[in-house]
């Protein structure tokens, strides 16, 4: 089973049955949750093998609650997939823009679309909401026509709203990825590994002693490598300020010989911790 960030309707859910459709069977469920963090918890106490989670959008970056999660939970990365995502807004039949007074939808989603929406309802405050399809769900219920709400046009046809506007995100090039974890015991089958052109290792690089160059340490032995980044990321520790752990990206998959010899290289210099997050493949969808 999977779980993903729910209600129905949501971005996640369309992740979620990418990567059940990826096992190659048509029975894996999968089962929504009403946060991020309930979805982490969920597969990691077994309530499901899996789950699906956004970890990083185009436009607005990482979704930091799903990293910071990621660096304390014991889970692993399994595969990876990038949907483009295209927000609609949508709210009760002759909608008067200048006098809406609330967009309801997650922060990202109210992110990616804040220039539209400040065009559309320069009137109106923006609420967030535990996700996408949970502000549909609300305006629909509530059924007051100074609301209106952004999520995808798949959730939001299955109400009775009208659509109001179609790609209300600023940027036409909008695209998130979404990760599979699990615990490390439930590895997905070789063959998913296979089918992808792309793979990647994500790593968690915390420093013992900041000293200068300590960075700079690590990714020489990437340069040298000749390996390439697709993302380092810096983010708070926790332990007070001027504190950090690195979030870093290589494309290649663990058993290749130049990322393996990378990654020893780098568990011998001083002062560094590394965790590894995962080797997995990486997969593209567009519908």
Not at 55 to 75: F, K, M, Q, Y
């Amino acid at each position: 089973m999977i779980g993903f960030l729910g209600p129905h309707g949501t971005y996640t859910e369309q992740a979620a049955k990418f990567f059940a459709f990826m096992f190659g069977e048509t029975s894996v469920p999968i089962r929504p949750y009403a946060s991020i963090t309930q979805v982490f918890d969920a597969v990691e106490i077994g309530d499901v093998m899996y789950a699906a989670l956004p970890i990083e959008n185009s436009l607005e970056g990482s979704v930091l609650v799903t990293l910071d999660r990621l660096s304390v939970a014991p889970l692993y990365i399994f595969a990876e997939v990038s949907l483009p995502i295209r927000h609609a807004v949508f709210g009760w039949k002759d909608t008067d823009h200048d006098r809406v007074k609330q967009v309801l939808s997650h922060p990202q989603a109210l992110a990616q679309c804040r220039n539209t929406l400040l065009r559309l309802f320069p009137y109106a405050v923006h609420i967030d909401v535990d996700s996408t399809a949970a502000a549909i769900a609300k305006v629909a219920k509530e059924q007051d026509p100074t609301q209106v709400c952004v999520g995808s046009v798949e959730a939001g046809q299955a109400t009775l709203l009208q659509l109001l506007h179609m790609d209300a995100q600023d940027v036409p090039d909008n695209v998130t990825r979404f990760v599979l974890i699990g615990q490390q015991e439930h590895p997905v089958p070789v063959s998913i590994a296979q089918a992808a052109a792309v793979h990647k290792t994500s790593l968690l690089l915390q420093l013992g002693d900041d000293h200068p160059g300590a960075l700079y340490d690590v990714l020489k032995v990437f340069a040298k490598s000749e390996l390439n980044l697709s993302r380092l990321e810096s983010r708070p520790t926790k332990k007070g300020l001027g504190s950090y752990q690195f979030y870093l990206d290589v494309l290649g998959v663990r058993d290749d010989a130049r990322v393996l010899d990378a990654l020893q290289q780098i568990e011998q210099i001083e002062g560094f911790s590394m965790r590894d997050l995962g080797s997995y493949p990486c997969f593209t969808h567009f519908k």
